[in-house]
């Protein structure tokens, strides 16, 4: 095996480590709460404590890192959900409803920053976790603004899509509810 080939499993060894741990940093975080320890984190990440300090040196960056992680994957499942046979205005909009109401397991699991906030935001402050993702509203901002719906409607959408999502298993939203909210910001999200 040459060395760019050891180098090249290396890499992709170091990636999967790197994944691991802000896999299991992010069970543990919404599972048990902020206050995790590294110790912890390494343990159900499968790697040692000085493994996980050589890709986080502290807890602050291992925590930075679990918002970037958490707001890129719920792009991917977002982006997963945008039917490309679709060629009018709305695509955007209705995989955001698809995305955040369809019974996605992994849409559940990321939905967005705002779950993690909800449980680091108490002992690390909400305007720090923000700001390790500052463009990420931008980011989201700017895709409903270049979907072609009006702006007023894309906003009652994205909200009411939301609001859907954060109600998911809970008593306050029963299948039926969600079903006919769902179909009904879909249509919002047609304008023929």
């Known amino acids: 095996m040459s060395s760019t080939d050891r180098s090249g499993e290396r890499v992709r060894d170091a990636e999967r480590t790197r994944r691991a741990v802000l896999e299991a940093a992010h069970r543990l975080v919404t599972t048990r709460g902020a206050g995790v320890s590294m110790a912890d984190v390494a343990e159900a990440a499968g790697v040692t404590k000085g493994g996980l300090t050589h890709h986080f040196k502290s807890r602050d960056e291992l925590l930075a890192a679990l918002v970037a992680h958490v707001v890129e994957r719920s792009w991917e499942e977002l982006m997963a959900h945008v039917d490309i046979t679709e060629n009018g205005p709305g695509k955007f909009a209705r995989a955001y409803v698809r995305a955040l109401t369809g019974g996605s397991a992994a849409a ?85």
């Open 108 to 192: 559940a699991d990321v939905y967005s920053t705002t779950g993690l906030i909800a449980h680091l935001g108490a002992e690390v402050g909400l305007e720090h976790l923000e700001s390790l993702a500052p463009d990420d509203s931008q980011r989201l901002n700017a895709a409903f603004e270049a979907d072609g719906l009006p702006l007023p409607v894309a906003w009652v959408v994205r909200y009411a899509a939301e609001g859907l999502a954060l109600s998911l298993g809970t008593n306050y939203l029963t299948e039926t509810q969600l079903d006919v909210a769902r179909e009904e910001l879909l249509a919002l999200t047609r304008l023929d």
